[in-house]
């Protein structure tokens, strides 16, 4: 088994600054591309932030010079900061990785529960 477990949502107003957290554990062997994406009602999930392996990222344009996506490899973790927040990035945030489990022959792609983060205007 295989868990993405996150951290870090809560409520906060515009221009302020949330850190959110995803932990993986299980039974795992490689952990390839880590990231965050969000849903908002009556909306698809839309990508965020993804971090590679070797630490090469890519960001959605609306969050370009204010959210830092960043991963442990010995944890097994991602974080991702996000600074002067917006109302529109209130939603609800998944962490999301591509991961082979010890004994299996590929990559599969595993979400965590989901995390509420409010932007109050």
């Known amino acids: 088994q295989v868990q993405l477990v996150e951290s870090g949502g809560g409520l906060v107003q515009a221009g302020g600054s949330l850190r959110l957290s995803c932990a993986a554990s299980g039974s795992i062997f490689s952990i390839n591309v880590m990231g965050w994406y969000r849903q908002t009602p009556g909306n698809e999930r839309e990508l965020v932030a993804i971090?590679?392996?070797?630490?090469?990222?890519n960001y959605a344009d609306s969050v370009k010079g204010r959210f830092t996506i960043s991963r442990d490899n010995a944890k097994n973790t991602v974080t991702l900061q996000m600074n002067s927040l917006k109302p529109e990035d209130t939603a609800v945030y998944y962490c999301?990785?591509?991961?082979?489990?010890?004994?299996?022959?590929?990559?599969?792609?595993?979400w965590g529960q989901g995390t509420q983060v409010t932007v109050s205007s």
């Open positions: 971090v590679s392996s070797s630490s090469n990222t």
């Open positions: 999301n990785a591509d991961i082979k489990r010890r004994g299996w022959d590929k990559f599969n792609t595993y």
